[in-house]
């Protein structure tokens, strides 16, 4: 598996933008399609975007659509999430996956095919 830690969580205000990343480590990190999930209080992890190993396969939920941006380089072994125009119900803890899939369009959005996680990092957007 490959381990993963998050960085770039924050509070900021509504309108404001935050950029997360995700570095990875332990495996060939361009064998992995990169996700990123969301858990609100309360409710259940979401899918919110998606980039395939090459990076051209991009997927976002439709919640953040036009306002995120996910990004990979893998070189560097990093996955990006550029969030711009933060609405406070993007309030949640954000999580960086790995896939290992090479079945993108049945697995990109679903949690269950990621078989690596990040601890996660706190996004908090005031009103």
């Known amino acids: 598996q490959v381990q993963l830690v998050e960085s770039g969580g924050g509070l900021v205000q509504a309108g404001g933008s935050l950029k997360l990343s995700c570095t990875a480590s332990?495996?060939?990190?361009?064998?992995?399609?990169m996700g990123w999930f969301r858990q609100a209080p309360g409710k259940e992890r979401e899918f919110v975007a998606a980039i395939s190993r090459s990076s051209t396969l991009l997927h976002y939920a439709d919640s953040v659509k036009g306002r995120f941006t996910i990004s990979r380089e893998n070189a560097k072994n990093t996955v990006n999430l550029q969030m711009n125009t933060l609405k406070p119900e993007d309030t949640a803890v954000y999580y960086c996956?790995?896939?290992?899939?090479?079945?993108?369009?049945?697995?990109?959005?679903?949690?269950?095919?990621?078989?690596?996680w990040g601890q996660g990092t706190q996004v908090t957007v005031s009103s």
């Open positions: 996956a790995a896939n290992p899939s090479t079945d993108y369009f049945g697995t990109y959005d679903r949690a269950p095919s990621y078989t690596s």
């Open positions: 332990g495996r060939t990190f361009s064998n992995y399609v």
